[in-house]
């Protein structure tokens, strides 16, 4: 049988994409004039397109495809799973096999403290469901003042009004009258711009310590949490020193606010660890988590939920008038669950943490000779490059975004894929990545470089 999908080139693709399909985050003029890049298939670290041009995917879909594409045991998992039952919700005091096999799951590999999970649809969702569960929580605890929540810029905690609002993206904010009430921003630890002379370890405190000085600004009695990655990653992959989180996690515990830590990026062994806030050293309340949790294969996220506030709301918490149709959703944590043994089976945390992670770092840190980059930083398999005029002065180029576009254009037209955040190039590669596809990310983002530098006249 003759389906759609076989009856057009590029061309008659775009122009349906043009007729039908608004995008994500894009400016859909431009993408009109320029044209959709149409992805047809993907095995392992790579992507093709319809014009049969073999890409290797630095970003792992979008920081999730975690044990690589093509991978036969989840869509074996996925096919059995929808001929025996594709769907049923878990409203009515109903689940299922799946969901409660993976709620099972996620208790060993998530730290001992949580062991509940409330799932969801995606990051955004999970994000929505923390801002709804914290404010239930602090009103069963008769503490009803603390809804405030504090978040930092240039976070990335989803699309959604309380995700997006949670999110430090001033052009986000700029849309849909956001951030909603009761949602506030401090500034992140990123130490290439803002740690001036500072030691890390200085740095990191100071950091912290901003944290507390909102606290303080706003009223300990109102603040409900504080949210962050253990790695702001769509923000440009800002990595804190390691002083950042044990203190972030003082401070919290010194005024009763809880911790929440957005792991649908870090998590699922990126950072080396599970999850990054083993990672970075501290225990949170709270866990949202999305993304590597089924490698991108379907669309699921979840919250994990710390012992002590989950007796709370078992409890004392009557009916929490919250959830989705696909909460539990049977195919989705069949997958997720077959995706979480794989990365556990093949050891993939432990060969980011001890093989492939430090040789990706020791290989992505030489790019900080190019004369583009002011600073190559990462953690086991994330990185950024810092694209400047001046490397001892850190100058941008003018206008600031240009030089990011470009080069991350270029990796396009040379068969990479790796992401512009203005003018910070980044990558979060499928976990399964092997060192001779290390050195051939490598070898292309200095080609992109390279070019990069050509256009913009630097030598």
């Not at 929580?137 to 978040?151: A, C, H, L, N, Q």
């Not at 953690?379 to 576009?405: H, M, N, S, W």
């Not at 254009?409 to 992401?419: E, K």
Request: aromatic share 10%; with cysteine; net charge negative.
């Amino acid at each position: 049988m003759t389906t759609l999908r076989h009856q057009h080139d590029t061309a008659g693709w775009q122009a349906l994409d043009r007729q039908h399909f608004l995008h994500p985050f894009t400016d859909h003029k431009t993408l009109h004039e320029q044209g959709t890049r149409v992805i047809t298939r993907a095995d392992g670290v790579y992507l093709w397109d319809s014009e049969g041009t073999r890409l290797l995917d630095a970003m792992a879909g979008l920081w999730c495809v975690n044990v690589g594409y093509g991978r036969p045991e989840l869509a074996a998992v996925a096919a059995a799973q929808m001929s025996e039952l594709p769907y049923y919700n878990s409203f009515f005091k109903t689940a299922n096999p799946p969901a409660i096999a993976l709620a099972a799951l996620l208790a060993e590999v998530t730290p001992a403290h949580l062991n509940h999970v409330f799932f969801t649809g995606s990051g955004s969702e999970s994000n929505d469901t923390i801002v709804r569960l914290v404010r239930h929580y602090w009103d069963v605890r008769g503490e009803p003042r603390r809804k405030t929540f504090i978040s930092r810029w240039q976070a990335y905690h989803g699309s959604t009004v309380a995700a997006a609002s949670l999110s430090g993206m001033p052009a986000m904010h700029a849309q849909g009258d956001l951030p909603i009430p009761g949602i506030v921003h401090i500034d992140p630890p990123y130490g290439y711009v803002l740690g001036g002379e500072q030691s890390p370890a200085e740095f990191g405190l100071r950091a912290a310590g901003w944290l507390e000085a909102k606290i303080l600004e706003l009223g300990a009695d109102n603040i409900a949490a504080f949210i962050g990655e253990p790695i702001q990653g769509a923000g440009g992959v800002i990595i804190p020193p390691a002083t950042y989180w044990p203190e972030i996690e003082r401070i919290c515990r010194k005024y009763g606010i809880l911790l929440v830590a957005d792991e649908v990026i870090c998590g699922f062994g990126r950072t080396g660890n599970w999850f990054g806030c083993e990672t970075f050293g501290f225990t949170p309340d709270l866990m949202a988590m999305a993304k590597g949790m089924s490698s991108g294969y379907l669309p699921i996220g979840g919250v994990m939920v710390a012992d002590h506030i989950a007796a709370t709301l078992l409890e004392q918490g009557g009916e929490f008038f919250h959830g989705y149709t696909y909460s539990g959703h049977p195919t989705c944590c069949a997958v997720a669950e077959r995706n979480i043994r794989i990365i556990r089976d093949e050891g993939l945390v432990e060969r980011v943490r001890t093989d492939t992670g430090p040789y990706l770092q020791a290989r992505w840190r030489e790019l900080a000779d190019h004369p583009l980059v002011g600073e190559a930083r990462g953690v086991g398999f994330i990185g950024a490059l810092e694209l400047v005029q001046d490397k001892t002065t850190c100058q941008r180029f003018e206008p600031y975004g240009a030089a990011g576009t470009a080069c991350r254009d270029f990796c396009f037209q040379n068969g990479l894929v790796m992401r512009a955040v203005w003018d910070t190039l980044i990558i979060s590669p499928p976990l399964v990545m092997n060192r001779d596809e290390i050195d051939e990310l490598i070898a292309l983002a200095r080609r992109c470089l390279d070019l990069t530098a050509a256009a913009l006249g630097v030598r």
